[in-house]
C-alpha cells in the first residue's frame, strides 16, 4: 500500500534555527513529489512539484529537494510566519490522478 | 484568479441530519476533488471529476456520500444520515486538467461538527 511517513510529527524552532521536515515516500513509481503548506483552519497551499532524485526548488526560505527514498524542505533562518503544518504528497505512477498524502509536521516559529 | 470557493465554512448538525457543501473551482479547472481531514492527519481522498464525470471515488466513500458537478463547474457533496464520525474538515481542490501530476488548488474546506 502507498505509503508516505512525515517526520517529525512536531518541530519548535527559535526564530533564525534552520532545519530539514523529512518525508520518506513509495520509491517504486514515484512520478511527483508536492510539498504544501496548511494554516490552522484553512486548505492547503501548494509549495513545490519534485519530479526526479537530484532535484531541488526554492521559495524565499524554504528549500525542497528530493533523493531516492525521501525528500527534505529545508528551512533556512525561519520567521515566526513560518509557523504552519507543512504536508507532503506523492504521486505514483499508473492510471489515478490522486495523491497520496503524509500526516504533515507541525512546525512552530518562536521570536 | 478568486481561487477555489466553499459554502458553507462551518457547518453545525445533528446525527441523522442531511448535509450539503458546494465547491467552486478555479474556472476552466477541469479536474475537482473532494477530500476530507481530521485533526493530525493529512487530507483524505474522497472522490474525483474530470468535467462533469465522477471518475474515482474512494472506499472511505459510504452510501451515505454523494458527489456532483452537473455541468463541469460546481460541485456538491451531500452527506446523508449525518454520524458523528463525519464530523471532519471536508476541502475541495482543483487542477487544471492539462497533466497526470499536475498541482492541486484547495479551498478553504468546510468544517462539520456533527452532535
Known amino acids: 500500500e502507498d505509503q508516505v511517513t512525515q517526520s517529525p510529527e512536531a518541530l519548535r ?6 532545519s530539514s521536515l523529512n518525508c520518506s515516500y513509495t520509491v517504486s513509481g514515484l512520478r511527483g513529489l508536492f510539498w504544501y503548506r ?9 509549495l513545490f512539484t519534485l519530479y526526479s532524485a537530484g532535484e531541488e526548488k526554492e521559495k524565499e526560505r524554504l528549500k ?3 533523493t531516492k527514498k525521501e525528500s527534505f524542505l529545508h528551512i533556512t533562518a525561519p520567521k515566526p510566519e513560518d509557523s504552519a503544518t507543512y504536508l507532503c504528497a506523492e504521486k505514483l505512477s499508473g492510471g489515478s490522478y490522486i495523491p497520496t498524502f503524509g500526516r504533515g509536521t507541525s512546525l512552530i516559529v518562536h521570536p | 484568479d478568486t481561487g477555489v470557493s466553499q ?3 462551518h457547518k453545525i448538525t445533528k446525527r441523522g441530519q442531511n448535509v450539503t457543501f458546494r465547491c467552486d473551482p478555479i474556472s476552466e479547472h ?3 476533488y473532494w477530500y476530507r481531514q481530521t485533526l493530525g492527519q493529512g487530507p483524505e481522498f474522497l472522490t474525483y471529476f474530470q468535467n462533469e464525470a465522477q471518475l474515482e471515488k474512494s472506499r472511505l466513500l459510504s452510501d451515505r456520500f454523494s458527489a456532483e458537478r452537473p455541468k463541469g463547474s460546481f460541485s456538491t457533496l451531500e452527506i446523508q444520515r449525518t454520524e458523528q464520525g463525519d464530523s471532519a474538515m471536508y476541502l ?3 487542477s487544471p486538467g492539462t497533466g497526470p501530476y499536475e498541482e492541486q488548488y484547495f479551498g478553504p474546506g468546510t468544517r462539520l461538527t456533527v452532535t
Open chain 2, 7 to 9: 459554502d458553507p465554512r
Open chain 1, 38 to 46: 496548511q494554516d490552522p483552519g484553512k486548505g492547503p497551499e501548494f
Open chain 1, 64 to 66: 525542497a529537494t528530493l
Open chain 2, 30 to 32: 477541469n479536474r475537482l
Open chain 2, 92 to 94: 475541495c481542490a482543483s
Open chain 1, 13 to 18: 524552532l527559535q526564530e533564525g534555527e534552520s
